[in-house]
Every structure is written in C-alpha cells, then in structure tokens.
C-alpha cells in the first residue's frame, strides 16, 4: 500500500513539473481599462502601464498592450523572462515619453504669432503638429515656425496661424526600461519621445527588442550599456528614426549580440547650435558600439543587413562636424575576445563616415554598400583609424561596394601609432570627390606609425590626377604598386556598374570585377554565402547576368 501511495505521489508531482510552465499568464492593458481587474482578459484589461511596474509578473508572463492606445508613461519592466507585445486591431500601441501640451493661448508679435503654454518642468525636446521644434535661447528669437522656447514655467512656441498647434513636450527621460532583467521580449510597440533614450535595454542577458518602432528621442533611441556582463541581446527588425544622437548605443562589458534587419534614419539629428546642447549628442551616429577602451570588454558582435540612411542634422545653424553623423561605428574596441562582424549592411547618405572603425582591432567588414557618404571633408565611405595614442590593428575590410563621398577607404593615424595588418581586399570605390584609397601615416606601412598593412584585388575605378594615396599621390596604378613596394593586383579601370548614380551596384557583363578577387582570410561570416570559388567577384554583390535588353 504505501509503494502504490509512493508512485501515486511521484506520478503527482511528475504532472506538475511538466505543467508548471503552462501556468504562465497573460495579461492585457489598455487606455479603456481598470487596474482593479484581474488583467487576464480583454474584458478585464488593466488600464495603466504602472500596474504592469507594480505587479508580481513571472518568467513565461506575456503582457500584451492594445492596439490602437497611448500610454504617456514610463514603463520599468518588473522581472526576468517576460514578453511585452500587442493585441487587437490598428496601429502599434504607443509608450510616449511626451506629455501635450494644452490649454495654449495665442500672442501677436511683429514676425507672427506665438502660442503660449503652461508647463512646470524644462522640456528636453518640443514638438510642433508632429515635428521637433527648435530650442532657441529667449522668447524674443521665437520668430520662425516651430522655434520654441521655456522659461519659468512659460512656454512660447511659434505658429503662424489662425488656429493652435498640437504642441508635444518631451519630460520622461527613459520610456521602456528593462531594468536589469534577462529574457526579456518587447515585440510590436512604438516607444517614442523620450527625453533621453526611448529603450534602455540595460545589463541583463538575452534581452530582445523586435519589430517595433524606437522614434524622435532626444539623444538615444536604444541603449544597453554597463560594467556587467550583458550579452547576447538581439535588436531586430525594427524602425528607429529621429533620434538625436545614437539609433543604438551598446557600451560597456558585452558579447554575442546581433544587431540585424533594422532600418534607421534622421538620427544623429541634433548638435550645440541648440542652446543648452548636451554633450551627449557628440560623438554620434546611427550605430555605435563603444568598448570603452578597455581589453577584451567586447567579444563577438554582429551587425548585419541594416539600412541605415539619411544620417544628417536637422537644423544646419552651426558647424557639421566628422563627430557626429557617422553610420556604423565601433570605438575603442581593444583585443575583443572575438570577431566583431559588419556585414551586408546598406549605408547610405551620412554625413560622417559611412562605417568607422576608431582605436579598434579585429574588426570584419565585408558586403556592405556605401553610397554618397562621408560628405565632410576629410571622411571616408569606409575608414579604419588610430588616434591619439591608440592604434588599430588586425581589421579586415573585404568585398565593399563604396560610391560617392570625399575618401573612399582610409586607413590612417593622427596621433598614434599601432596601424598594422589590416586588410583591405576585394572592395570596389568608385566616384569619389577625393582620394578612393586614402593610406597614410601608417597606412601606408612608414614603419613608424604602422606596418604590416595590406592591400590587394581592390577596384580604384579608371586612372586620373591623384585618384589614390599611399604615402605620396598618386595618378596611375603602376604608381600605387611603386610606393606598396610590389603589385596589389588591382582591377584597373572601371568596375561597371550596373547604375551606381541610381543605387544598383551590381556588375555588367563584362564587368574586369567578375572573378578578379581573391579568398585569403575569409573563413568565416558572409562569404560562406556569397563566394563561389576561389576567385570571388569584387565589391559586395556577386555577379549575375542582367539582361539589358527586357529591362532587367
């Protein structure tokens, strides 16, 4: 009898270990809610995101916000292991950092009209009938649509017509944070309009942000950063825009991320010709990875498939500066303990460089299209760089379509030493304003500031007047392999180009790039998928036969 009552136990208790994960729940949050309901169904709905902070969710909970709904409030997730998501029908529910700004009253003056609203805290950022606005720094300079500007508790905005704007003031300084946790999935929301950054991801582990919208905040759009461990977080498949700074910072002690499919536009926005500029929009681009230049904080980290566009200021007062604007960029990424990975991106229309590589080592960058960026003066489409005191080593930069911008590729010091065995090979540059290999002060391997660098199989496009640097100008290939010291076996002439103005970099038949490049290196990442044989095509587009005649 008690060996039967023995496994009758086991048998209960084996039930409710297989179940325990069943017993995850879902709640659901929506503006029409109550938070004095159970959350467990439509019906029932809680209504604020601040029920969601302050109740007992567990690991395999699902909180689902509806469609259609605003919620202008933070939201510090409250634990480990949960998904953030949308229900119904409509648009993505919206996490606004913003509040509106009602009740405004209007004022003439000789430039226009001015509307004046009440608001207790200094906004970071004003929004004028959906447009950020520009801070300027009294109330007598607001005289042109969409300047604004706060003082004690006052707020003036101008707007020439006859009815009031819908005026949006940015006072939460982080609208999603995941506060510390692992596990956790946002998938389906619009966070926007923070005064700081929209999603702060944080130091957990496997953290996910996916298939949502991250818009207009005032320095960063998505963050993860810290001294602890975080890794293997994944953003994906997301729009990120407006932002003032970063579209994505990841910072500090990491691993494992994958940062991949997103598209991210207008950010890098904003810089000191705003009164009260914050250092923080310095520095800037629409992707950064920061390893604070410490050894080893950064491991493996993969950036791919992105499309990342339009990287410019909002309000061009002041200077544009090579700080800012930049479209992918990895700083100070000392000895990482892997191979960080920027692959099959497609950048186009910075301002900065397109992809930057700054006092780092052991960096891919492989398959990526590079169109009319780096129009500053003195950027390149594609640069590697050491500078002050810290160099930059063991890069490799392979199969890259680069067109349009001031350089090309560079590779260079300023201040530094340490420039040594990277590599440049299989790329394609083409219509550049100056230089299309830009390789000096150690990039050309002076012995001083660096060596052992090497270049080969690259298309420069057709000879001219200082079309190439390594060390000295140069106008013709035969002077580039004189100053390398022996042939870099480049493609001379054009590459053909299907239609470079218009954005189409594949190869004509025909093309000197079909089968011209060279395999050396690259064992791992994207050309397990993109070469065919040991003699791949230049560029980031492998050849296939286009037929001119349908129109194809």
Same mark, same amino acid.
């Given at each position: 009898?008690?060996?039967?009552?023995?496994?009758?136990?086991?048998?209960?208790?084996?039930?409710?270990?297989?179940?325990?994960?069943?017993?995850?729940?879902?709640?659901?949050?929506?503006?029409?809610?109550?938070?004095?309901?159970?959350?467990?169904?439509?019906?029932?709905?809680?209504?604020?995101?601040?029920?969601?902070?302050?109740?007992?969710?567990?690991?395999?909970?699902?909180?689902?916000?509806?469609?259609?709904?605003?919620?202008?409030?933070?939201?510090?997730?409250?634990?480990?292991?949960?998904?953030?998501?949308?229900?119904?029908?409509?648009?993505?529910?919206?996490?606004?950092?913003?509040?509106?700004?009602?009740?405004?009253?209007?004022?003439?003056?000789?430039?226009?009209?001015?509307?004046?609203?009440?608001?207790?805290? !200094?906004?970071?950022?004003?929004? &004028?009938? %959906?447009?950020?606005? @520009?801070?300027?720094?009294? $109330?007598?300079? *607001?005289?042109?649509?969409?300047?604004?500007?706060?003082?004690?508790?006052?707020?003036?905005?101008?707007?020439?017509?006859?009815?009031?704007?819908?005026?949006?003031?940015?006072?939460?300084?982080?609208?999603?944070?995941?506060?510390?946790?692992?596990?956790?999935?946002?998938?389906?929301?619009?966070?926007?309009?923070?005064?700081?950054?929209?999603?702060?991801?944080?130091?957990?582990?496997?953290?996910?942000?996916?298939?949502?919208?991250?818009?207009?905040?005032?320095?960063?759009?998505?963050?993860?950063?810290?001294?602890?461990?975080?890794?293997?977080?994944?953003?994906?498949?997301?729009?990120?825009?407006?932002?003032?700074?970063?579209?994505?910072?990841?910072?500090?002690?990491?691993?494992?991320?994958?940062?991949?499919?997103?598209?991210?536009?207008?950010?890098? !926005?904003?810089?000191?010709?705003? &009164?009260? %500029?914050?250092?923080? @929009?310095?520095?800037?681009? $629409?992707?950064? *990875?920061?390893?604070?230049?410490?050894?080893?904080?950064?491991?493996?980290?993969?950036?791919?498939?992105?499309?990342?566009?339009?990287?410019?200021?909002?309000?061009?007062?002041?200077?544009?500066?090579?700080?800012?604007?930049?479209?992918?960029?990895?700083?100070?990424?000392?000895?990482?303990?892997?191979?960080?990975?920027?692959?099959?991106?497609?950048?186009?229309?910075?301002?900065?460089?397109?992809?930057?590589?700054?006092?780092?080592?052991?960096?891919?960058?492989?398959?990526?299209?590079?169109?009319?960026?780096?129009?500053?003066?003195?950027?390149?489409?594609?640069?590697?760089?050491?500078?002050?005191?810290?160099?930059?080593?063991?890069?490799?930069?392979?199969?890259?379509?680069?067109?349009?911008?001031?350089?090309?590729?560079?590779?260079?010091?300023?201040?530094?030493?340490?420039?040594?065995?990277?590599?440049?090979?299989?790329?394609?540059?083409?219509?550049?304003?100056?230089?299309?290999?830009?390789?000096?002060?150690?990039?050309?391997?002076?012995?001083?500031?660096?060596?052992?660098?090497?270049?080969?199989?690259?298309?420069?496009?057709?000879?001219?007047?200082?079309?190439?640097?390594?060390?000295?100008?140069?106008?013709?290939?035969?002077?580039?392999?004189?100053?390398?010291?022996?042939?870099?076996?480049?493609?001379?002439?054009?590459?053909?180009?299907?239609?470079?103005?218009?954005?189409?970099?594949?190869?004509?038949?025909?093309?000197?790039?079909?089968?011209?490049?060279?395999?050396?290196?690259?064992?791992?990442?994207?050309?397990?998928?993109?070469?065919?044989?040991?003699?791949?095509?230049?560029?980031?587009?492998?050849?296939?036969?286009?037929?001119?005649?349908?129109?194809?």
């Amino acid at each position: 009898m008690n060996t039967r009552r023995i496994c009758l136990l086991l048998t209960v208790l084996a039930v409710l270990f297989v179940a325990g994960p069943a017993m995850a729940a879902t709640y659901f949050v929506s503006p029409a809610g109550n938070d004095a309901a159970a959350g467990t169904s439509q019906g029932t709905a809680w209504k604020s995101l601040a029920k969601v902070a302050s109740s007992a969710l567990r690991a395999g909970d699902v909180v689902q916000l509806a469609r259609g709904g605003v919620w202008r409030e933070s939201l510090s997730l409250p634990s480990s292991g949960i998904t953030l998501t949308a229900y119904g029908s409509g648009n993505a529910p919206v996490i606004s950092g913003a509040n509106i700004v009602s009740g405004l009253y209007a004022e003439a003056q000789s430039a226009g009209v001015t509307w004046i609203g009440s608001i207790s805290t !200094q906004p970071a950022q004003v929004f &004028v009938n %959906g447009v950020r606005g @520009q801070r300027v720094g009294s $109330a007598g300079e *607001v005289n042109a649509a969409r300047k604004w500007h706060w003082s004690n508790g006052r707020l003036t905005v101008f707007w020439d017509s006859g009815s009031a704007p819908a005026v949006e003031a940015s006072l939460r300084q982080t609208v999603l944070n995941y506060n510390g946790h692992s596990n956790v999935v946002v998938d389906g929301l619009r966070i926007e309009r923070a005064s700081d950054t929209c999603v702060n991801m944080g130091v957990g582990n496997s953290n996910v942000l996916r298939n949502s919208v991250v818009a207009d905040s005032f320095i960063k759009g998505v963050r993860s950063s810290g001294e602890a461990q975080h890794n293997n977080g994944r953003i994906e498949d997301n729009k990120i825009f407006g932002c003032g700074a970063e579209g994505i910072l990841l910072d500090g002690r990491m691993t494992g991320w994958v940062v991949q499919r997103n598209e991210i536009y207008n950010c890098a !926005q904003l810089h000191n010709e705003l &009164v009260g %500029g914050h250092a923080q @929009q310095e520095w800037s681009g $629409a992707i950064k *990875v920061w390893g604070w230049i410490r050894a080893g904080y950064v491991g493996t980290l993969t950036i791919q498939n992105n499309y990342i566009h339009d990287i410019q200021p909002q309000f061009t007062a002041g200077s544009v500066a090579h700080k800012r604007y930049v479209g992918i960029w990895l700083d100070e990424l000392i000895d990482p303990t892997g191979r960080p990975l920027i692959a099959r991106n497609r950048i186009v229309n910075t301002a900065s460089r397109g992809i930057f590589v700054e006092k780092s080592s052991n960096v891919d960058v492989a398959y990526n299209t590079v169109e009319r960026c780096a129009s500053i003066q003195y950027c390149a489409g594609i640069q590697v760089e050491g500078n002050y005191g810290q160099g930059a080593h063991d890069n490799h930069v392979f199969n890259n379509t680069i067109y349009g911008g001031y350089w090309g590729i560079a590779i260079k010091t300023f201040e530094a030493k340490g420039l040594a065995n990277n590599v440049v090979r299989n790329n394609i540059i083409s219509d550049t304003e100056a230089e299309r290999l830009y390789a000096v002060d150690g990039g050309d391997n002076n012995g001083v500031n660096g060596s052992g660098n090497i270049y080969e199989y690259n298309s420069f496009g057709p000879q001219s007047s200082g079309f190439v640097r390594f060390g000295l100008s140069c106008s013709t290939y035969d002077c580039l392999d004189k100053h390398y010291r022996r042939p870099m076996n480049n493609v001379r002439g054009d590459p053909l180009l299907v239609d470079p103005a218009n954005g189409d970099f594949r190869l004509r038949t025909g093309s000197p790039c079909i089968n011209a490049g060279k395999v050396r290196g690259m064992t791992r990442g994207p050309s397990a998928a993109r070469v065919k044989s040991d003699a791949p095509d230049l560029g980031a587009l492998e050849y296939r036969r286009v037929d001119f005649g349908s129109g194809g």
